[in-house]
């Protein structure tokens, strides 16, 4: 399987029902294994289930693709500054929250005060902080809270000195590259972790096998000996 098949089958993932997540992860893990692609399966087993409030997100980020880039367009025009465009952020979120209502009721789960407001949070805060994260749909957990909600009380990015924003610009841009980096690094070893886990299972399972089959014979055995003395 290519990179790109493989990166398909993983948005398929994302895309189930939430119910459907691991039990898919683990057939396409054991899958890829059984081709030989020992350290693809690792990665796919090592994909964590998504919570409620992010598998939200990630079906409205599927079914309602214009309305997100919407948020995500306003929530740049809020960083800009520009005119209205706080109002613009809270009409899209609202609407998208409502059908965050909708989502869950066809998945038949409650719409919990909590995890509507983690959908509400993890749309206006990725869509400010990573709007590509937000569009790929592949949440596994809320984004928290990024100081956005307080954007609509700031200074005009235009206003603010030059240097200073480009020094911020710089910080967030390294910021996110560290926490990138760090998740690759996790992610990695997380594999790494569960693929000595699966070949340790693997090996007991061998012998558990073994000393199944052992018993077996020993129970043939001693049941042909109880008939010879049976005759």
């Known amino acids: 399987m290519d ?3 493989l990166d398909g089958e993983i948005d398929r993932l994302y895309a189930l029902s939430l119910g459907e997540f691991t039990k898919e992860r683990d057939t396409l893990a054991r899958r890829l294994k059984a081709d030989g ?3 693809e399966a690792a990665a796919v087993r090592a994909l964590r289930k998504p919570v409620l409030a992010a598998w939200v997100v990630n079906r409205l980020a599927r079914e309602r693709p214009d309305d997100v ?3 995500v367009q306003a929530a740049e025009a809020v960083r800009k500054g520009k005119p209205d465009a706080d109002e613009q952020v809270r009409t899209t979120a609202d609407g998208l929250v409502r059908a965050a209502r909708d989502v869950l009721a066809d998945e038949g789960r409650k719409a919990t005060d909590a995890v509507v407001r983690d959908v509400a949070t993890t749309l206006r805060s990725a869509a400010a902080a990573d709007p590509d994260v937000l569009r790929d749909g592949r949440l596994t957990e809320p984004v928290a809270a990024t100081g956005f909600e307080a954007m609509a009380g700031a200074v005009p990015a235009a206003r603010r000195p030059a240097r200073t924003t480009a020094r911020e610009d710089r910080r967030a841009g390294k910021a996110r590259l560290d926490e990138a980096r760090a998740a690759l690094a996790g992610a990695r070893d997380e594999a790494r972790a569960r693929g000595r886990e ?4 693997e090996r007991e ?3 558990v096998r073994a000393d199944a089959e052992a018993a077996e014979r020993r129970v043939a055995e001693a049941e042909e000996r109880l008939a010879r003395l049976r005759a």
Do not use: K, P, T, V
């Not at 699966?198 to 299972?201: G, S, V």
């Open 205 to 207: 399972a061998r012998r």
């Open 3 to 5: 990179e790109r098949a």
């Open 69 to 71: 880039q919407a948020l």
């Open 198 to 201: 699966a070949d340790r299972a």
């Open 37 to 39: 692609l020992r350290d």
